[in-house]
């Protein structure tokens, strides 16, 4: 009996106290190649350019006190430079013209060829900024099946729906890993993974997160991945992408993904560093370089990849 | 009987919908508008699908802000079209003084419910009409009642 409580005592000071907290965290991002430091946020917006041109938005924006820089890696992104108003209060964003979403946040969804015409699955969709992105981007053409399991932020993405008159989307109240039980094949697949986050976007990060958390969402993960692999067409393609900056929730997945699914990397063009491939001395596939790993500043940090079927 | 709910609601605004029944689907007291390419994605446990019309409570009918973007593209749909500030008045769930009215259009009588339109011609919600607008009356009296705005997107989320 003695010898299990030492056992629990020394499990739970390995996770709750070795392995959490920020010098253990900010330790590994240092032999990962990044050096901390704190890190200040600039909000972003998308427009809807199935709603409004370009050119219009700028210019009625402007009026209300709202100065947009274009963000270079995105096609519809804008940094807010300064704003006598909220971004997320004005009638122009009530009138779903466009979209208040993290610039980072807006990478997964450009790195699908073509998304036109296409049937799509959003998987772990609420609460909907990617959603209404695909939309956007397909211009109301082809479906996207939106599914998530929870109720209330199923609520905030059809808000989002209405207000962005989004028409081609089905949603429902699914577990991602429950997703081939909707029995459709999907040109697309968008994991954006519920993950970890990081420090950028959450001040109490480094307090809340334990490297038990991290392997907790990594699993999911890989669970969400493999599914997802069920319900892709043969020349489909999956981008996976996640808010952390932690190696077991990108890199280390996509290498599990290689060797267990029938997916390969795919090139994309796009800002960020390359996947790394070497992770605390472990050795990965080298084509893991192939994916985007966005270290914050001036984004939150981010992971972006696109798998595709293996070709023999 | 759908389509019927809906015909009727835009019908207070002078316009005759035109919905096919096969097309619209219900669930929970919510009506949506499919097109051909999502029909055969819709099962009996959806969510949302399509284009979203309102919703029915207690026997009331709850319109979307797409079924009023749809009623505001037909030509002779009752509007009356305000500037930036009333139009932001307005979104707070303010109603309209007649002053703030700078056009109208269609047949507005009192009682009647009138889509509110922005400078760009753009629908914020719709109202009833509490004073005749064309006749000549104090400009100090509230003209539209506001009975929906799209500034109930930032109060849902505030219920959230």
Known sequence: MVSFFCKVFIFLFFFLVLMSGREFFVSRYEQLGWKYRPVKLRQAIRFNCANIKSQDLISRLSCLGLNLEKISFLPHGYWVCDSSVSAGATAEYLLGLYSVQEAAAQIPVILFTDLKGKTVLDASAAPGGKTVQLADSMDNTGSIVAIDINKRRLTALTNHLERCHVKNAVVYQIDARNSPKLGLKFDCVLVDAPCSGNFASDPMWFQNRTLQDVERNARVQREMLMKAAECLTDDGEIVYSTCSLEPEENELNIDWALHRLDLQVAEINCTGTPGLTNIFGKQLDPSVACCRRFWPDPTQGFFVCKLVRRHT | ?160
């Not at chain 2, 009833?128 to 009296?141: F, I, M, S, T």
């Open chain 2, 1 to 160: 009987m759908r389509a019927k709910t809906v015909v009727d609601f835009a019908l207070q605004f002078g316009v005759k919908l035109s919905l096919n029944e096969e097309l619209l689907v219900q669930t929970d007291g919510r009506f949506f508008l499919l097109n051909s390419q999502i029909k055969s994605l819709v099962k009996d446990n959806f969510f949302y699908a399509g284009t979203f019309l309102g919703k029915v409570k207690n026997s009331k009918f709850f319109p979307s802000f797409t079924l009023l973007s749809m009623i505001a593209k037909q030509q002779e749909a009752n509007r009356i079209l305000v500037d930036r500030k009333v139009g932001w008045l307005f979104i707070c769930g303010r109603d309209i003084f007649k002053k703030g009215v700078m056009r109208t259009y269609g047949k507005i009588q009192r009682n009647s419910h009138v889509l509110v339109f922005n400078e760009f011609g753009e629908c914020l919600g719709f109202g009833r009409v509490l004073a005749g607008l064309e006749q000549q009356a104090d400009k100090n009296v509230v003209a539209v009642a506001n009975v929906l705005d799209v500034g109930d997107f930032l109060r849902r989320e505030r219920d959230l």
